[in-house]
């Protein structure tokens, strides 16, 4: 098994370029089965969940060719419209893909996705949203079965303002007749950047980015190009280890915009931080300081996805700071790897309280989801001695290279396969 063997106690600074964001690249690439012929997509980045989709778009007939950061898929060779339970086991998202199925095939086979480390991750707001929109459903020994009906577009109401479900809508709408509007729909980046490579297919979409999106018209385009924005979340992360070692970092290729919630938070914490387009700079204070609570909420709230590197940093701010995650049922697992490396943490249900200690100490520990993960490897850097972390295969799934980028920072940080 994989393992990081870290030496805590450097301090990061310098220069990084911030990858491709996961999270947009994933319904991007199921978006490419809109298009009957080529789709080049850049600044892709190279992670395990990317290869995870790449195998779903080979699976499904898709001629797709890797060129550095550039993702070429050609969907005029799509020959099925199933995906294997081994490839739904391997990436619980793959449910995005279930709606860009349909549109093509007009029918789609998958297993259910299963729970992950998070949680049970139902998709009921996913089926409940196809079905109105006119797709016939059928569930049978964990098997979903799908075929287009009717499709007419008509007001779809989200209950929650689910990423995922938004995402299948704006893709499954494209088949409908007529106009669907998505009410209550997610208002995170990502949902924006599917808009804009959906907008280059020839659909005509409006409202991402706010709560109601208005999708007609079907993709009829056969090439499309794209390059896909930076992963706010991968910049959050770094800035937070940055913190976590006294250090100062710059990252290059980000949108500032996109993560003003969790800047804001850093600069409570006693961070200097400027930024610019394009381009953040962080410098750390002195001492880090304890700040007002934290509640996790779907954009532009703070986002769940960075609780944990937040939570890793804050276990050696002055004083005490609550966590409130109100997202997953399930996203406190670090917390026991982080108690083993000393932290002060307690957790009843979705409510965190970190009380700051003066140090850390190395340990090993394992990781038990890909946010989750990264939280210990802020911990193994800011702690004194050496920790050992199991279960790379979280951390592979969102983050590119991520120990050439830290050891690029100055960690002391070496993999071990
Ligand atoms: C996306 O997951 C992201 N993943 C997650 O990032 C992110 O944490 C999440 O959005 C929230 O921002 C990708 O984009 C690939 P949701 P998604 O549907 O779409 C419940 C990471 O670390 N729900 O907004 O699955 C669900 O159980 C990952 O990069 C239903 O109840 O998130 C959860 O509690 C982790 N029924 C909440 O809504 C449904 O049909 C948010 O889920 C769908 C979701």
Known sequence: ??????????TLSGSLRIHGAKNSVLPILAATLLVNGESVIHNCPDLKDVRSAIKILSHLGCRVTRENDTVIVDASTMSRYDIPETLMREMRSSVMFLGAIIVRARKAQMSFPGGCELGPRPID???????????????????????????????????????????????????????????????????????????????NIVGAGGSIIEISGASNAVSVEHTVMPDRIAAATYLCAAAATGGQIE????????????????????????????????????????????????????????????????????????????????RYRHVCELLRMGAN???????????????????????????????????????????????????????????EALAKLGADIQRID
């Open 125 to 203: 707001l996913h089926l409940s949203a196809l079905l109105r929109l006119g797709v016939n459903i059928r569930e049978n020994g964990g098997e979903i079965l799908c075929e287009a009906g009717d499709m007419t577009g008509t007001d779809v109401t989200l209950s929650f303002p689910s990423v995922g479900a938004t995402e299948n809508i704006m893709l499954a709408a494209t088949l409908c007749s007529g106009t669907t509007r998505i009410i209550n729909a997610a208002r995170e980046p990502e949902i924006e950047d599917l808009q804009n490579f959906l907008k280059k297919t020839g659909t």
């Open 1 to 10: 098994m994989s393992k990081y063997v870290i030496a805590g106690g450097n």
């Open 345 to 403: 943490i307690r957790v009843e249900g979705k409510v965190a309280v970190i009380t700051g200690v003066s140090k850390l100490s190395g340990a090993p520990v394992s990781m038990t989801d890909l946010r989750g993960g990264a939280a210990l490897v802020i911990a193994a850097l800011s702690a004194e001695g050496i920790s050992e972390i199991t279960g790379l295969s979280h951390t592979d799934r969102g983050y590119e290279k991520m120990e």
């Open 251 to 330: 990252l290059t290729s980000v949108i500032p915009e996109h993560f003003l919630t969790v800047t804001a938070a850093l600069e409570e914490a006693g961070c200097s931080i400027l930024s610019e387009p394009g381009r953040l700079f962080l410098r750390s204070g002195p001492e880090l300081k304890s700040i007002r609570p934290i509640r996790t909420m779907p954009y532009p709230g703070f986002p769940t996805d960075v609780q944990s590197p937040l939570m890793a940093l804050m276990t050696k701010a002055k004083g005490s700071t609550i966590f409130i995650e109100n997202i997953f049922e399930n």
